[in-house]
């Protein structure tokens, strides 16, 4: 099953009486811009945090980031390589049964910034993704496991979700106890994302981060590397 789509929004951000406010739509029509300033100044009114909102000004300067790669995927080359990717799974290893699944996406996304201080800013960004669901079974257990692979896809390798799937398999029971425990890649991703928020340019303008001006300094043990 494939499917392509578009879309486009408009938000908008006011503040009255230090009190923000933002509302949105994706119906972009002159008509729709006066209620969705009613409904931002409406909104501002339910604003209960105790920073001041903050409209940044054209002096505020951006690094430009370089794209490493550039990315150009239409939607037949999608079909294919998720068809690709499936027949892998089930070429790894004989006990990849039914039910694994596999999905490719590509998307592309262009967002224009502006401030009412002069500010004008635009970003794009364009990504892929490549998604493993392998399910396995050894007549005794069943068991799955996913991977992922992000940017370049072309010849993305997701077969390690076939692995970690068979590792599950028959699972022992653990006694309870003292361990060392290793984190894998993925769960120290996970881990690492719930504290996402501290890490943000808001975060840091609003100083609601103790991370603010602290940019090269090193924040965390020497043995934690990313």
Do not use: W
Not at 41 to 60: G, M, Q, R, S
Not at 109 to 115: D, Q
């Amino acid at each position: 099953k494939e499917a392509s789509s578009f879309s486009s929004a408009l938000s908008i951000r006011v503040i009255k009486n230090d009190k923000e406010g933002c509302a949105s739509t994706q119906l972009l029509e002159s008509s729709e811009l006066e209620s969705l300033i009613e409904r931002a100044i409406d909104n501002a009114t339910l604003y209960d945090k105790t920073e001041k909102p903050i409209i940044f000004d054209e002096k505020v300067s951006y690094k430009e980031i370089e794209k490493l790669t550039e990315l150009n995927y239409n939607l037949a080359d999608i079909k294919k390589l998720a068809l690709k990717a499936l027949e892998t799974l089930y070429q790894k290893d004989n006990r990849v049964i039914d039910g694994s699944t596999c999905s490719a996406a590509y998307g592309k996304s262009i967002r224009y910034f502006a401030s009412s201080k002069g500010l004008e800013l635009i970003q794009s960004s364009d990504d892929a993704y490549l998604m493993a669901n392998c399910k396995v079974s050894d007549n005794s257990d069943i068991q799955n496991a996913y991977s992922v692979k992000e940017g370049v896809i072309d010849n993305a390798d997701i077969t390690n979700s076939v692995d970690k799937a068979i590792k599950q398999l028959n699972p022992n029971k653990v006694e309870s106890g003292s361990y060392n425990i290793i984190f894998s890649p993925d769960a120290m991703n996970q881990i690492l994302d719930t504290f996402f928020s501290v890490f943000t340019g808001k975060s840091s303008a609003y100083s609601l981060t103790r991370y603010k001006d602290k940019e090269g300094e090193r924040i965390a043990s020497e043995k934690l590397t990313i």
